[in-house]
């Protein structure tokens, strides 16, 4: 199977680069650890999107294993797009009118 583009909306950059700095403030070891785990979980997304259960009727979702942040994304005919890096106690659905 093809791997697809993966495209990051400005949103979900934000989300993510704004977790790593309150990782980095923390622990810079930690810090690396969720980027790297984010990047891991990323390239799975875009070679195995349908791995991924659906989250909500134009998403799914890949959770991050040892940190409280799912990247949501919605899969188009030629790209995967990540609509959020959502913290597992934000409010759902926040990121609905990113789609």
Do not use: N
Request: aromatic share 12%; glycine share 4%; proline share 4%.
């Amino acid at each position: 199977m093809k791997q697809k583009t993966l495209r990051i909306r400005p949103e979900a950059r934000e989300e993510i680069d704004s977790a790593f700095e309150w990782y980095f403030q923390r622990s810079p070891k930690a810090a690396e650890a969720f980027l790297a785990e984010v990047d891991i979980s990323l390239a799975q997304i875009a070679s195995h999107p349908k791995l991924h259960p659906r989250y909500s009727k134009y998403t799914r979702r890949c959770i991050l294993g040892k940190f409280k942040h799912s990247v949501v994304f919605q899969e188009k005919d030629d790209i995967i797009l990540v609509i959020a890096l959502a913290h597992a106690e934000r409010r759902f659905g926040y990121w609905q009118g990113r789609i």
